[in-house]
């Protein structure tokens, strides 16, 4: 087989892009990181990095925001009880988000502090499926009856995420177990069964 042939190419390209640039994050941290080191651990050039990523800090982003949905499950959580969907997707994201990956979503989130496009794409992205995902769940609760028929106050459904983000980026790690079953039994589902007015 040709070298041409063994080129990678397409998703399979952006994956190994992608996979190579959270190595490359890790150990170098954002603005350390090189597009030629990235292209020789994804196996291509550097041209072909160039075409889709116009420099380090979009491909970096690129990557986080690859990793944080692929947190999310692949599936919608649907047990039929709010309580363990909540803590179930939790879980789900807290996993994927353990060991080399925390490194990266602190770099990237520093980053897009300071770049509003960056912040913009996130929110795009990652926080409105983790929102809308939340939300679903509470109107399948509210539809069995489990908790009131409301409103759904968005600020309640961005406490799961928030407190995640809030505890990665503050000291490095996400919340365990226990933490995540306190997180929906101590604050989301008291303010979903007893809504403020």
């Not at 190994?16 to 196996?43: N, P, Q």
């Not at 994927?96 to 770099?107: E, K, Y």
């Not at 990652?126 to 028929?149: D, N």
Request: hydrophobic share 45%; net charge negative.
């Amino acid at each position: 087989m040709s070298m041409a042939g063994a080129r990678k190419r397409g998703d399979v390209l952006r994956e190994a892009v992608l996979a190579a640039t959270v190595a490359e994050v890790t150990e170098h941290g954002v603005r350390g990181a090189s597009m030629d080191r990235i292209a020789r651990r994804a196996g291509t050039g550097k041209a072909a990095l160039y075409r889709r990523w116009p420099n380090v800090q979009t491909l970096a982003f690129d990557a986080l925001v690859d990793v944080l949905e692929s947190a999310l499950p692949s599936a919608e959580v649907d047990t039929g009880s709010l309580r363990t969907d909540m803590i179930v997707t939790m879980e789900t994201v807290t996993d994927r988000l353990r060991g080399d990956v925390s490194a990266v979503v602190r770099a990237l989130i520093g980053e897009a502090t300071h770049e509003p496009r960056l912040a913009a794409e996130f929110t795009e992205r990652f926080g409105m499926r983790v929102q809308l995902t939340a939300i679903a769940q509470v109107q399948r609760a509210i539809m069995r009856g489990e908790i009131p028929s409301q409103s759904i106050d968005p600020y309640v459904m961005a406490i799961p995420a928030a407190l995640i983000m809030h505890q990665l980026i503050l000291a490095g790690t996400v919340p365990s177990g226990e933490e995540v079953t306190h997180i929906v039994d101590a604050l989301v589902l008291p303010l979903l069964t007893h809504p403020v007015s």
